[in-house]
């Protein structure tokens, strides 16, 4: 131990930094956080205060959400970008579904799209093998079509957002948002998953060394089916807690959130070409683009230089943990 | 004889296909006739242009997911540069905007050679960059374009000694489709880099001992794809008269194109001319569906069904094409 710490300061500092971020991701990522709070407060003083950050706390956990599909799937070198319209999708059949039928049966009807959109996916990464990027592209244009079709179907009986999904999306408990009691559970879940079973190991081990993982007698496209489908039912799930938080049913509403959930998953530290990360990460992650958010609202920054910068920290921190992957 | 029909074996089966569902759209719809088919071609133009930059790209063995957003940009630059200014000022947007989008596709070969993140990812990155500039360049659908830009795709070529009726089946929009495509295409296949384009797509490694620039060729790849591009956003400014920053579907209807034209995903085979035949394949199944007074709503399931199909039967072919 004693010679490990010697060695470790006779090296230069920076070398021994880009050490301890490789070994302690997360550190730096609440520091980054806490530093655009400190930015955010100084610019905006007073702002900083329990509403605003329950407030936050609120707006990030959709994205965090969404996020979480995009964390497992790039864990195996995938992507998925069918969350977005999944996503829409639960939103649009529940606040239309709720109008005739107990607040229940709507979220099940509303699950039943995700679930057949994460099979398509499976399928068609899983055993076709079309690039994840793709395969859910195009799931995502059908989702579309279907969306656009059925809400003719529907234009007359008009929609309702139960008051359960808005009570869960956007009430405060005590100044705490009630989402946490749906988001907690969930990420434990994913964390747990990731970390301690089976199917999080063979989730690493794909996107490590796919070649490997199927010589060792790994059913590849049961574990990539089984991963479509639960990101497309986690993406559902989202759907339908932003539809308690928007609750302005829309045909494009959760589509703004699908670049900023692979920037999220990216600056959480989850590598794009599979094998490292994890979801605590991307959960910073989440908040730190909620905060940045906040923060060019505040300059007043217009929609098209948010996706530019959104776009260019993807390719900036891909870039960078290539290099990082590359010195060791 | 054999030889050439076996090599191009796929663009004739192509070819035959155009024909067949041409006879069961003039079945389906018996007074089919040239205007139709004059629309058709107008529509098949940004598409054209889009699959011929995912060709160029893929063929070098990358990808190039920004190719619909790269049409966007180029559009609302033509259309808002050409709001309200004269009709000579058109002609100096034109190389303009040809130049921004060789310039845009250059920068993301460079952005590939230089970070070494793969294609797929750098341009996914670069497809949101580039959406978020067309957004700042125009808000909202709108601008102008010049007449004669509007009219050059508007209409069929008179040529002198060809009667009327076949004539009538010539648009000029076909005509300036081929001339364009010609024109970049041709030269660039016969010369040394249309070579190494096909050498670095194929193998990388193979080309770069056999002392091709592979970082060189794969921007001028690139390149030339932005290039492509950039003729796409043009012509969806000349077909509608504006300018719209939300990208259009070109990007899956492009790799599909790609795929069902018989250039492999991998790189280093196939050629121009079969995916954009697939193209006219897949837009007229469109028309079809359309004369069939199918909702149009469900057309676009039907498409986005047909698309991912051939996208999974290209990657199923590439599955077992290659050696594991």
């Known amino acids: ?328 | 004889m054999i030889r050439t029909l076996r090599q191009n074996g796929w663009v004739v089966g192509l070819i035959a296909l155009f024909v067949l569902l041409f006879i069961v759209t003039k079945l389906i719809q018996p007074n089919y006739g040239a205007g139709d088919f004059n629309s058709l071609v107008r529509a098949v133009l940004p598409y054209a242009f889009a699959v011929a930059a995912q060709t160029m790209v893929v063929i070098a063995g990358g990808i190039d997911l920004s190719v619909a957003a790269m049409m966007a940009l180029t559009s609302v630059t033509a259309a808002s540069m050409m709001d309200g200014a004269s009709e000579e000022y058109a002609l100096f947007v034109v190389p303009f905007v040809l130049g921004l989008g060789l310039v845009l596709g250059a920068v993301n070969g460079i952005l590939i050679v230089v970070t070494r993140v793969p294609d797929i990812v750098v341009t996914l990155a670069t497809l949101f960059m580039l959406q978020g500039v067309a957004l700042l360049v125009l808000g909202a659908p709108g601008g102008a374009a010049a007449e004669w830009l509007k009219a050059l795709v508007v209409g069929t070529v008179p040529i002198p000694g060809v009667p009327e009726s076949v004539a009538a089946w010539i648009p000029k929009s076909l005509v300036l489709l081929a001339v364009l495509l010609a024109v970049v295409w041709i030269p660039l296949r016969r010369s040394k880099l249309g070579l190494s384009i096909y050498a670095i797509g194929s193998n990388p490694l193979a080309a770069f001992r056999s002392g091709v620039p592979v970082a060189r060729t794969k921007i001028a790849a690139y390149a030339i794809g932005g290039l492509f591009a950039a003729m796409g956003g043009l012509s969806l400014t000349m077909s509608t008269g504006i300018g719209a920053p939300i990208p259009g579907p070109y990007l899956l209807a492009s790799v599909a194109a790609v795929v069902l034209g018989g250039v492999a995903l991998g790189g280093g085979k196939g050629g121009l001319l079969g995916p954009i035949i697939a193209v006219f394949i897949l837009r007229l199944v469109r028309t079809d569906l359309t004369l069939l007074a199918i909702d149009p709503n469900v057309t676009a399931i039907v498409e986005g069904v047909i698309l991912v199909a051939v996208v999974m039967f290209g990657a199923f072919i590439t599955m077992r094409s290659r050696p594991s």
Request: glycine letters at 10%; hydrophobic letters at 55%.
């Open chain 1, 1 to 328: 131990m004693s010679v490990t710490a010697t060695t470790a300061e006779t090296q230069p500092f920076g070398r021994r930094a880009k050490r301890f971020m490789t070994d302690y991701p997360l550190v730096p990522l609440i520091v980054l956080l806490l530093l655009l709070v400190l930015v955010l407060n100084i610019m905006q003083p007073g702002i900083v205060n329990q509403r605003w950050i329950a407030n936050s706390v609120k707006f990030a956990i959709p994205l965090a959400l969404l996020a979480g599909c995009q964390t497992m799937t790039m864990l195996t070198g995938g992507i998925d970008l069918s969350v977005g319209t999944v996503a829409t999708m639960a939103a649009f059949f529940v606040a239309t579904q709720a109008v005739d039928n107990p607040t229940a049966v709507a979220i099940v009807i509303a699950l039943v799209p995700a679930l057949l959109i994460g099979f398509a996916n499976g399928i068609g990464v899983g055993v076709f093998r079309v690039h994840p990027l793709i395969m859910t592209l195009g799931t995502s244009l059908i989702g579309v079509g279907f969306l656009q079709v059925y809400q003719r179907t529907v234009i007359a009986s008009g929609a309702k957002v139960p008051d359960s999904l808005t009570w869960l999306g956007t009430g405060l408990t005590w100044g705490i948002p009630n989402a946490l009691l749906l988001f907690v559970p969930v990420a434990a879940f994913l964390i747990f998953m990731q970390r301690r079973t089976g199917f999080g190991r063979l989730l690493y081990a794909i996107g490590d060394n796919e070649r490997a993982t199927r010589l060792a007698g790994v059913k590849y496209w049961q574990v990539i089916l089984a991963l479509y489908m639960l990101s497309s039912v986690l993406a559902g799930i989202m759907g339908l807690l932003y539809i308690g938080l928007i609750r302005a049913p829309s045909l494009s509403l959760a589509e703004p959130l699908v670049l900023p959930s692979v920037a999220a998953a990216v600056i959480g530290g989850t590598s794009i070409f599979g094998g490292r990360g994890g979801y605590t990460g991307t959960i910073i992650g989440a908040l730190i683009l909620t905060v940045l958010t906040t923060l060019l609202t505040i300059l007043q920054m217009p929609e098209g230089a948010r996706r530019i910068l959104f776009g260019a920290i993807v390719l900036l921190v891909t870039a960078a943990y290539l290099r990082i992957i590359e010195e060791r």
